[in-house]
């Protein structure tokens, strides 16, 4: 399996661009928010609204911390993006290869062949390992202290 393929036309491999793009504004965006030192809610920097499964059930939901993972660690706090989230940093890394590889390959006219069999089981299976941890940590955490409406007045008076 070759990991690139020549085409005719750079528009043709349009989608690396675009991906290229996306990991830019992840990394742009998480080198201007500052990690927040409890794990979680660094997303609310940007106007989001904080976690619903935080809020209703005081537990994280499998994607809780990735903003704050990936911003430590575009800050060097390693501790704290690996506290955050384990699966940030990784992550992260893979989306800088991938997104480096797309923006080389558009460059040179080449576009990256993510169809075969190894690249699928291996997505497949990061999927599955992602989801398992994160209901895992969703059942085996301590959860959030205080009444949910306690924790939504906190966040919005940040």
Same mark, same amino acid.
């Given at each position: 399996?070759?990991?690139?393929?020549?085409?005719?036309?750079?528009?043709?491999?349009?989608?690396? $661009? /675009? $991906?290229?793009?996306? *990991?830019?504004?992840?990394?742009? @965006?998480?080198?201007?928010? #500052?990690?927040?030192?409890?794990? #979680?809610?660094?997303?609310?920097?940007?106007?989001?609204?904080? =976690? &619903?499964?935080?809020?209703?059930?005081? !537990?994280? =939901?499998?994607? =809780?911390?990735?903003? @704050?993972?990936?911003?430590?660690?575009? #800050?060097?706090?390693?501790?704290?993006?690996? #506290?955050?989230? &384990?699966?940030?940093?990784?992550?992260?890394?893979?989306? @800088?290869? *991938?997104?480096?590889?797309? $923006?080389?390959? *558009?460059?040179?006219? *080449?576009?990256?062949?993510?169809?075969?069999?190894?690249?699928? !089981?291996?997505? /497949?299976?990061?999927?599955?390992?992602?989801?398992?941890?994160?209901?895992?940590?969703?059942?085996?955490?301590?959860?959030?202290?205080?009444? &949910?409406?306690? !924790?939504?007045?906190?966040?919005?008076? !940040?």
């Amino acid at each position: 399996m070759a990991l690139f393929e020549p085409v005719q036309h750079r528009k043709q491999a349009t989608g690396q $661009l /675009t $991906l290229f793009a996306v *990991w830019l504004f992840i990394t742009v @965006t998480g080198a201007v928010l #500052h990690a927040d030192p409890s794990g #979680h809610g660094t997303h609310t920097q940007l106007g989001l609204p904080p =976690c &619903p499964s935080v809020l209703l059930f005081s !537990r994280p =939901c499998p994607g =809780c911390g990735l903003t @704050t993972s990936i911003t430590a660690f575009l #800050h060097g706090q390693l501790g704290l993006a690996f #506290h955050a989230h &384990p699966f940030g940093p990784v992550l992260y890394m893979g989306l @800088t290869v *991938w997104a480096l590889l797309g $923006l080389f390959g *558009w460059l040179k006219r *080449w576009r990256l062949d993510g169809s075969g069999p190894l690249f699928t !089981r291996a997505m /497949t299976a990061f999927v599955v390992v992602f989801f398992v941890f994160g209901i895992v940590r969703a059942v085996v955490s301590p959860g959030f202290s205080g009444k &949910p409406e306690q !924790r939504f007045v906190k966040v919005l008076a !940040r």
